[in-house]
C-alpha cells in the first residue's frame, strides 16, 4: 500500500530458521502496527508502537516473536525458531491506517 | 464479549442490489470507528470513517448508533466490484478488527 513499504514480500523458511520481516513507514509516523493474518483468517494484532511510548506487546503469541522500532523510523518484526503455525501473511500498517502490502511467511 | 463482533455472512447478492452490514462493538468509549475492504489476498484498504453519527461516500453510507453500540455498512446499487470481505475497525490505541463479512454480488 501507498506509504507503508515492507520486506521481503515472499518469504520461505525452514522449521526452526529464525526470520526477519521489516516495515518502512516511508514518510514517516508516530504510530505503526504489526498484525498477522492467517490463510481465511481474520486480521490478529501482534504489536503497536506509538512514538517514544512503551511498545504496547499485548498481541504477541509467544516469547519467539519480538519487534523493534527506534523512533519513526523502520521497524522490524523478528520471529525466533520459527514453526508451521507461524505460517501467514503479517501486516505493517501506519498512522493514517495505511497498510503495506504484507510479508508472506511460509514455514515448511 | 468480543470488542467487535460482525457477520461472518456470506452475503451473496445480485448487481444492483442494496446490502447492509452490521457492528458491535463493546468500548462504549470508542470515539470513532472504520470499514475497511479487504480483497482476496490483498491488504485490507480504508474504505470509510466513522466520527459522529454516520458518514457518506457516493453508494456507502456508514451510520453509528452509540446507545446500541453498533455501527453499520450500506452499500447501495452493488457492483461486482464490491465483492470482497468487508472489515469494521475500532480504534484504541491499537486497531481492533472485526473477522469481517463476504460481500458477493452476481451477475
Known amino acids: 500500500g501507498a506509504g507503508v513499504s515492507q520486506s521481503p514480500s515472499n518469504k520461505v523458511t525452514e522449521k526452526g530458521k529464525d526470520v526477519e520481516l521489516r516495515c518502512d513507514p516511508i514518510?514517516?509516523?508516530?504510530?505503526l502496527y504489526w498484525y498477522r493474518q492467517r490463510l481465511g483468517q481474520g486480521l490478529e494484532f501482534l504489536i503497536y508502537f506509538q512514538g517514544n511510548s512503551a511498545p504496547d506487546k499485548s498481541g504477541l503469541p509467544s516469547d519467539r516473536f519480538s519487534a523493534e522500532r527506534t523512533g519513526e523510523s523502520v521497524s522490524t518484526l523478528t520471529i525466533q525458531r520459527t514453526q508451521q503455525e507461524d505460517s501467514a501473511v503479517y501486516l505493517c500498517?501506519?498512522?493514517?491506517?495505511?497498510f503495506g502490502s504484507g510479508t508472506r511467511l511460509t514455514v515448511v | 464479549r468480543k470488542e467487535v463482533e460482525q457477520d461472518p455472512g456470506p452475503f451473496n447478492v445480485p448487481e444492483g442490489a442494496t446490502v447492509a452490514f452490521n457492528c458491535t462493538y463493546s468500548?462504549?468509549?470508542?470515539?470513532?470507528f472504520f470499514w475497511y475492504r479487504q480483497d482476496c489476498r490483498k491488504e485490507p484498504k480504508l474504505l470509510m470513517s466513522?466520527?459522529?453519527s454516520g458518514n457518506e461516500d457516493g453508494r456507502f453510507t456508514a451510520q453509528l448508533n452509540r446507545a446500541s453500540q453498533y455501527i453499520s455498512l450500506l452499500i447501495r446499487d452493488s457492483k461486482l466490484s464490491d465483492s470482497a470481505t468487508y472489515l469494521c475497525v475500532v480504534p484504541g490505541g491499537k486497531l481492533v478488527f472485526g473477522a469481517g463479512t463476504i460481500l458477493r454480488v452476481k451477475s
Open positions: 514518510s514517516g509516523h508516530t504510530a
Open positions: 468500548n462504549s468509549a470508542s470515539q470513532s
Open positions: 466513522v466520527y459522529s
Open positions: 500498517a501506519r498512522k493514517g491506517y495505511t
